[in-house]
């Protein structure tokens, strides 16, 4: 068929954009956008923070969204991270939020955490953590307040937590530090180890429990004549251990293979530690 008329023109397939004297392509466009993007951000953008039982995938570099772990592995906290190889036969549990373990046996993931009790101040600031082992936290005592000063409570959770005060500017200043062993991430249930004045660095102290909380508080002494400031740098710590499935605790049992926790005995009764079924717990003469 002819049709009359001037010849139709060809629809561009790249639109050109007009920015002052520059003629840009949209294919040009795009490329300068991705190239700003890279030099502001990196190759890898910021990482994304992603929920327990997912990780940050990458695609060309950037990226791009949160995945599931993949069988066999598992991540327990929300944040940036890879997930972490189940330890055992690496079954995954709770949606690649745990990892199942045998009966008469636990999971403990042994990710490091340091969390903060309270408001954060300027003083004394808490930046909470997941996966480091070690960190540094400073206090800085005020002299224009000459009542006493407090930090919120930091709890450290992981294998053998330790608190170590590495430097002292002990100047017009009672330091003093408080310490509790806890039974749980939240220190719901505690026993206090600690509670003495500290006067030198060096000072130290480690716990045998998952879940060590401290507390540092100070006086000023000396009055409207103090002007300068007493400090403290403190060190934390935890021992790096990989996941594991761990027997279950004298008193316990577990008579199942998943992420769950062992079940104590009746009350007054007794077992050994790593029991798998109820009938290990008995009861002790006279009762």
């Given at each position: ?223 409207s004549s103090i002007t300068t400031s007493g400090s403290v740098i403190a060190t934390w ?42 009938s290990a717990c008995t009861c002790p003469a006279a009762f």
């Amino acid at each position: 068929r002819v049709r009359d008329g001037p010849p139709r023109r060809a629809r561009n397939p790249s639109p050109i954009f007009r920015a002052g004297a520059m003629r840009w392509t949209t294919a040009t466009a795009l490329a300068l956008a991705l190239a700003t993007f890279m030099l502001l951000f990196g190759a890898t953008g910021a990482a994304l923070s992603c929920l327990s039982g997912s990780y940050a995938s990458e695609a060309d570099g950037l990226n791009s969204s949160c995945v599931a772990c993949e069988a066999g592995t598992f991540k327990s906290f929300e944040g940036p991270g890879a997930c972490l190889s189940c330890p055992g036969d690496g079954v995954s549990a709770e949606e690649g939020r745990s990892c199942a373990c045998g009966a008469g046996h636990f999971f403990e993931d042994n990710v490091p955490r340091l969390s903060c009790s309270g408001e954060s101040s300027e003083s004394c600031p808490c930046t909470p953590s997941v996966g480091s082992n070690d960190g540094t936290l400073s206090f800085e005592a005020d002299p224009s307040d000459w009542d006493w000063q407090s930090c919120a409570s930091i709890i450290i959770s992981g294998v053998a937590p330790r608190v170590t005060i590495t430097s002292l500017e002990e100047q017009n200043v009672g330091l003093y530090v408080y310490l509790d062993e806890c039974d749980d991430a939240d220190c719901m249930s505690y026993q206090s180890v600690r509670n003495e004045q500290v006067s030198n660095s060096g000072w130290e102290y480690e716990s045998s429990t998952r879940h060590l909380r401290f507390r540092f508080s100070w006086s000023v002494s000396g009055g409207s004549s103090i002007t300068t400031s007493g400090s403290v740098i403190a060190t934390w710590s935890t021992t790096s251990m990989p996941p594991g499935c761990s027997p279950c605790e004298a008193g316990d049992y577990k008579d199942t293979t998943d992420a769950a926790g062992c079940t104590a005995c009746p009350s007054n009764a007794v077992s050994p530690e790593g029991s798998t079924s109820l009938s290990a717990c008995t009861c002790p003469a006279a009762f």
